[in-house]
């Protein structure tokens, strides 16, 4: 699947929750938003184009999170390792 990822951040969930990463990107012309937990099958996926018009409601925006998820973690691991170099680097100095 083919996604422009646009920003990746990543976000603890209060004091005891579990973290998340939240993921902007684009699929087509569609700006959607993820939601990404660390178990595999725990991916939330909204069109922020549609909150104008439908809000988050279930059946007008609701996407498949196990469509984009493989693509979405792999994003997650790369931007994770260029953040490990980039940390790593500024150790040596």
Known sequence: MRLKIQEIAHHRNGVGGD???????????????ATVFASIGQCAVICLDLIPQVGVTFG????????????????????????TAAFTKGQER
Do not use: C, H, P, Q
């Not at 973290?19 to 569609?30: P, S, T």
């Not at 996407?63 to 693509?71: I, N, Q």
């Open 60 to 83: 007008f925006n609701s996407w498949r999170g196990d469509t984009f998820e493989d693509t979405l973690r792999a994003a997650i691991a790369a931007w994770e390792d260029a953040r």
């Open 19 to 33: 973290d998340f990463y939240a993921v902007r990107f684009r699929d087509g012309k569609n700006n959607m938003l």
